[in-house]
T-cell receptor, first 112, second 114 residues
Framework: TQLLEQSPQFLSIQEGENLTVYCNSSSVFSSLQWYRQEPGEGPVLLVTVVTGGEVKKLKRLTFQFGDARKDSSLHITAAQPGDTGLYLCAGFFAGSARQLTFGSGTQLTVLP | SQTIHQWPATLVQPVGSPLSLECTVEGTSNPNLYWYRQAAGRGLQLLFYSVGIGQISSEVPQNLSASRPQDRQFILSSKKLLLSDSGFYLC?????????????FGQGTRLTVV
């Protein structure tokens, strides 16, 4: 079973602070995605990264894909209370193009 | 546009009773379909996925089964529920895989086994 390790599991910060969430695996991804989930709802896609070393920005969110395509990070600048939620990385591993595997999640709380 | 429907939204069932959760997708054909279970505040555990009618792959040995009787219908079942089957169940679909594949999720079913 291919695993995605996500850290930290919980993160509580003050409004305006920066944070980084990590997603790691020993296997290579063909593509990796980051989702955000609100309580009682399904996850919603934030971004997909495909190319090793790729960096994508979505307003205050910066997503990076490792050169070897085994890891990724999500960096949030100047966090706001509206950023609170469960952040999930997910990936299609090389050779398993139809099996979407999720990380364990990072519960982010941004305090006003 | 594509939509995914999952029902019921909440369900309370006694131990030993059967289960049937249904998921349907509209606006696409031959989607990959997935059933996930999620513990509170944690990641999604892949239970089953399907690449076509009658084709089911099981990821975790358990008390559950899945079926895909039609191209855009995915059903999660159990003959006898256990307390440990409680959780938040999510159905999802994706296109055929590849670099820009995205998964779209239903609203989820909160199952409580009592």
């Amino acid at each position: 079973t291919q695993l995605l390790e996500q850290s930290p599991q919980f993160l509580s910060i003050q409004e305006g602070e920066n944070l980084t969430v990590y997603c790691n695996s020993s296997s290579v991804f063909s593509s990796l995605q980051w989702y955000r989930q609100e309580p009682g709802e399904g996850p919603v896609l934030l971004v997909t990264v495909v190319t090793g070393g790729e960096v994508k920005k979505l307003k205050r969110l910066t997503f990076q894909f490792g050169d070897a395509r085994k890891d990724s990070s999500l960096h949030i600048t100047a966090a706001q209370p509206g950023d609170t939620g469960l952040y999930l990385c997910a990936g299609f591993f090389a050779g398993s193009a139809r099996q979407l595997t999720f990380g364990s999640g990072t519960q982010l709380t941004v305090l006003p | 546009s594509q939509t995914i429907h999952q029902w019921p939204a909440t369900l309370v069932q006694p131990v030993g009773s059967p289960l049937s959760l249904e998921c349907t997708v509209e606006g696409t054909s031959n989607p990959n379909l997935y059933w996930y279970r999620q513990a509170a505040g944690r990641g999604l555990q892949l239970l089953f996925y399907s690449v076509g009618i009658g084709q089911i792959s099981s990821e975790v040995p358990q008390n559950l089964s899945a079926s895909r009787p039609q191209d855009r219908q995915f059903i999660l079942s159990s003959k006898k529920l256990l307390l440990s089957d409680s959780g938040f169940y999510l159905c999802a679909w994706s296109n055929l895989g590849g670099a820009n594949t995205e998964a779209f999720f239903g609203q989820g079913t909160r199952l409580t086994v009592v």
